[in-house]
């Protein structure tokens, strides 16, 4: 990398990245060099293919098997989906950060930061699985979060309502239903529970700040474009197929990352349908 580099096409390069330890450590190399970053906002960047290893098999998600982590390999699994989940992340950020131009420049640098905490949490992940005898890419996966991504590539509103505001969002309220049943692991188990739980701690934390970002850029293009937050995000969960969010919702951490009584109220409405 260059002295001076251009933020949105080192973003750009790395989405195209296709082994998932490049990937991190590329971004790594990227945020330690954050000082010598410039931003081109209105640079109009051609279309990267997205990059990502062979494995895992990607299915849609009612064809990706459910196991019971009262088993390592169960337990491997469930790991397994949770770090499939951070790599897409990780693709989502690095999109949303080269591919909308025209934006702030605080935009970019907030999607940096997300794509190298993402990248943070995968490593956390795949370094478990590895102790457990596993590896990224033993088990199916399912392609839900990246077809959202696709669905919205030519419109940044859609982007951040649906993924940001909604999928991601959905961590916030899965995370604790997960943790509650690895803290009822025990035996031979116990040992990679906790750690899982630990790892769990540290998303939990994190993906507040990241959903708190979608929301901002969200609530921030509502101003722009003079649009009803609650009434454009119906009209786009429609639109684009968006998958019907159900509750229970961990308001307490949704209410940290910005969602006002409204958004949950809206939320809850939305629920019922």
Known sequence: MSLIMELRTQLAHIFTLTDPAQKVSALKALWALKQAWAIEEEM?????????????????PKEVPSRKPSSPEGLAALIHSVCHIEFNAINLALDAGWRFSGMPKRYYLDWARVAYEESLHFELLSTLLKEMGYAYGDFDAHEGLWLMCERTQDDLLARMALVPRTLEARGLDATPLIQEKLRLLRGPLEPHAQRALEILDIILRDEITHVQVGNHWYLWLCAREKLNPQKSYRELTLKHRAPKIRPPFNEEARRLAGFDDEDLRALREMGQV
């Open 44 to 60: 109009s960047l051609s279309e990267h293919p997205m990059g990502r290893p062979l494995q895992p098999v990607l299915k849609p």
